[in-house]
């Protein structure tokens, strides 16, 4: 079992910036790939970045490239997303999750990942 817990989410004004971190229970967290999703009140969860466990490569939803970046640090067993250039659009409750397939790329669909934390919430000002 793998517990995922966020933070970092808050109230900031379009144009800004937060970064959210998501702490992951288990060591053998290094091998399973790490993403972020978000849902937004009535819409569905969607995909926002994720990183793969052993290529290391990095894909990132069309809405937040350019603007978002994701990182992980295996030894804090972590994963980041740094959000620069906020829009009110990309106010939602943001998920961490892991999947533990060891799949080649990454999972894009919510139902490719394993464990999830409880979300954390981010709310852009215009």
């Known amino acids: 079992q793998v517990r995922l817990v966020e933070s970092g989410g808050g109230l900031v004004q379009a144009g800004g910036s937060l970064r959210l971190s998501c702490a992951a229970s288990?060591?053998?967290?290094?091998?399973?790939?790490m993403g972020w999703f978000r849902q937004a009140p009535g819409k569905e969860r969607e995909f926002v970045a994720a990183?793969?466990?052993?290529?290391?490569?990095?894909y990132y939803a069309d809405s937040v490239k350019g603007r978002f970046t994701i990182s992980r640090v295996n030894v804090k067993n972590s994963v980041y997303l740094q959000m620069n250039s906020l829009k009110p659009e990309d106010t939602a409750v943001y998920y961490c999750?892991?999947?533990?397939?060891?799949?080649?790329?990454?999972?894009?669909?919510?139902?490719?990942?394993?464990?999830w934390g409880q979300g954390t919430q981010v709310t852009v000002s215009s």
């Open positions: 288990r060591r053998t967290y290094s091998s399973f790939g």
């Open positions: 990183i793969n466990s052993r290529s290391g490569n990095i």
């Open positions: 999750a892991a999947d533990s397939s060891l799949r080649v790329g990454v999972g894009e669909r919510p139902d490719e990942y394993d464990y």
